[in-house]
């Protein structure tokens, strides 16, 4: 019953800007660590931006200094700001979390999102 729901996808021309959101719900005890993923057309998916329970981010070289990882625990949510859009930034990005239920609270449980569709073109 925990699910991820990602939102804020689609098109936006090159230099533009965009911002994902990741919504937790469900019987959660405690979040770990959270993370983007993205996944274009014929690639493997790669990993994008990481924060954990503390607040400490790490990026992939491909998108530093461009995005921003953050996350809000109260509201179990995560956020992707993405500035300075290239079109090869287009793919569809997945939210993932380490998330430990109120049933199995010893256990992290790793899910993951349906994903939202960026599209960068002019």
């Known amino acids: 019953q925990v699910q991820l729901v990602e939102s804020g996808g689609g098109l936006v021309q090159p230099g533009g800007s965009l911002r994902l959101s990741c919504a937790a719900s469900g019987s959660i005890f405690s979040i770990n660590h959270m993370a983007w993923y993205r996944q274009a057309p014929g690639n493997q998916r790669e990993w994008v931006a990481t924060i954990t329970s503390d607040g400490v981010t790490n990026y992939a070289g491909s998108v530093k200094g461009r995005f921003t990882i953050s996350r809000e625990s109260a509201k179990k949510t995560a956020d992707l700001q993405m500035n300075s859009l290239k079109p090869e930034d287009t793919a569809v990005y997945y939210c993932?979390?380490?998330?430990?239920?109120?049933?199995?609270?010893?256990?992290?449980?790793?899910?993951w999102g349906q994903g939202t569709l960026v599209t960068v073109s002019s």
């Open positions: 993932t979390a380490g998330i430990k239920t109120r049933m199995e609270s010893h256990t992290y449980l790793a899910v």
